[in-house]
Every structure is written in C-alpha cells, then in structure tokens.
C-alpha cells in the first residue's frame, strides 16, 4: 500500500530538548515536504526536498531543520523546541515538480510546555 | 504572490442538504487547484482538482470548476452525507513551484 508514515503521532516535550520527527514514504517520490497545520492559518510549508542531499526553506523554516540521506526518509529535526512550535505536523510527498498530487501523513500533533 | 481565500466554517448541514465552499484565488502564473479533504484524525486526501481554465474535477459526487473570469474554484456538492464530515483544503500551485499554498480549512459537520 502506498503510504507515508509518520511517527511518533503525538508528542509532548520540554522547551529546549530536542526532538526528532521522521517520515518516511514507500513511493520513491522525489519530492518531500514538511507542513505545519495551525487553526486559522492553514497549513504552511517549513522545508522541502527535492531529492536525496538537496533541500530548501519553505515560508516557516525558523527553528527546524531537515535531512534527505535517503530518498525515501526525510526527517524534521528540532534543535530546541519552543512553545510556539506547538502545532500539527504533516509529512508529504509527490513524484517530482510535475507531479501536482502529494501524499500526506498522518500527522504528528506536537506539544512544546 | 500566490494564495488562497476560501470561506471561513464552521458549516453545518442536514443530510442530503446541498453543499457549496467558497474558494477564491490570487496566482501570478497559471495555476492548478485542488481541494484536500481531512477526516478526522487523519491526513490531507486529494479529493479533487483542475488544471486549467474551465476544467471540472469531481469526486466522489463532489465538483469544483476552474473559474479564471472570477479566479474561483468553488466546491459543491448535490446530497452531503454524514461521513462527508471533514475539513476541506481549497490549494493551488503553479506549474515547477516547490509549494502548494493552501486556504485556512473549512469544516464541515453533516448532522443526521
């Protein structure tokens, strides 16, 4: 089945302690992104990927980081949470540029008290 | 730059009511538009789009045509159904663009 997956798929952490969301997708998409979902603003793009070693910010990347060591996984990494980066998260993938269609996880609602 | 209007929920229907979601866009090249749909406690579902002018997605007895006189991409539905429950993504992109820029969500509850 085709799927991208996400864990862990609820998370409540500290301010400063890092944390490390995967996703990982069994497509052989290109493309990855990382999402954040806020009420009243929809979702907002943090990072991309548009292959394996090559990434770029999206319009909120302040605090995040991401890797592609491999095409299939792309994790988001937060050095030091704060309580504004409290907000869901999604992971999503398409073939390439040209391919408009993506495939969302199933989120990871994330907590920073 | 390129964004999406759609209009604010929380909307509420009997079943089999008639369903219409606003959407309206800004874009600086010629974009596609799609509308997600997210059930609950899970993620983003393509439910439908249209890649040009005048094109119609359906879906799932949903439709939505691509309005470039009026920049709109409103969804409709004839009959809702109970598990129609969701909320629902107006996006778009333009063609090579490395973003989809969604609408804020508008959620549906379709009562019995």
């Given at each position: 089945?085709?799927?991208?997956?996400?864990?862990?798929r609820?998370?409540?952490?500290?301010?400063?302690?890092?944390?490390?969301?995967?996703?990982?997708?069994n497509?052989?998409?290109?493309?990855?992104?990382w999402?954040r979902?806020?009420?009243?603003?929809?979702?907002?793009?943090?990072?991309?990927?548009?292959?394996?070693?090559?990434?770029?910010?999206?319009?909120?990347?302040?605090?995040?980081?991401?890797?592609?060591?491999?095409?299939r996984?792309?994790?988001?990494?937060?050095?030091?949470?704060?309580p504004?980066?409290?907000?869901?998260?999604?992971?999503?993938?398409?073939?390439?540029?040209?391919?408009?269609?993506?495939?969302f996880?199933?989120?990871?609602?994330?907590?920073?008290? | 730059?390129?964004?999406?209007?759609?209009?604010?929920?929380?909307?509420?229907?009997s079943?089999e009511?008639?369903?219409?979601?606003?959407?309206t866009?800004?874009a600086t090249?010629?974009?596609?538009?799609?509308?997600?749909?997210?059930?609950?406690g899970?993620?983003?579902?393509?439910?439908?789009?249209?890649?040009?002018a005048?094109?119609?997605g359906?879906?799932?007895?949903?439709?939505?045509?691509?309005?470039k006189?009026?920049?709109?991409?409103?969804l409709?539905?004839?009959?809702?159904?109970?598990?129609?429950?969701a909320?629902?993504?107006?996006?778009?992109?333009?063609?090579?663009a490395?973003?989809?820029?969604?609408g804020?969500?508008?959620?549906?509850?379709?009562?019995?």
């Amino acid at each position: 089945e085709a799927q991208v997956t996400q864990n862990p798929r609820y998370l409540i952490t500290v301010t400063g302690k890092k944390l490390t969301v995967t996703c990982s997708q069994n497509m052989n998409h290109e493309y990855m992104s990382w999402y954040r979902q806020d009420p009243g603003l929809g979702l907002r793009q943090i990072y991309y990927s548009m292959n394996v070693e090559v990434t770029d910010k999206g319009d909120v990347p302040e605090g995040y980081k991401v890797s592609r060591k491999e095409k299939r996984n792309f994790p988001l990494i937060l050095e030091s949470p704060s309580p504004n980066q409290t907000s869901l998260y999604f992971c999503a993938s398409r073939g390439d540029r040209l391919v408009y269609e993506q495939y969302f996880g199933p989120g990871t609602r994330l907590t920073v008290t | 730059g390129d964004s999406v209007t759609q209009m604010e929920g929380p909307v509420t229907l009997s079943e089999e009511a008639f369903l219409t979601i606003n959407c309206t866009y800004t874009a600086t090249g010629y974009p596609s538009l799609f509308w997600y749909v997210q059930y609950p406690g899970e993620g983003l579902q393509l439910l439908l789009k249209a890649t040009k002018a005048d094109d119609k997605g359906s879906n799932k007895g949903f439709e939505a045509t691509y309005r470039k006189e009026t920049t709109s991409f409103h969804l409709e539905k004839g009959s809702v159904q109970v598990s129609d429950s969701a909320v629902y993504f107006c996006a778009l992109t333009v063609t090579g663009a490395n973003n989809l820029f969604f609408g804020t969500g508008t959620r549906l509850t379709v009562i019995p």
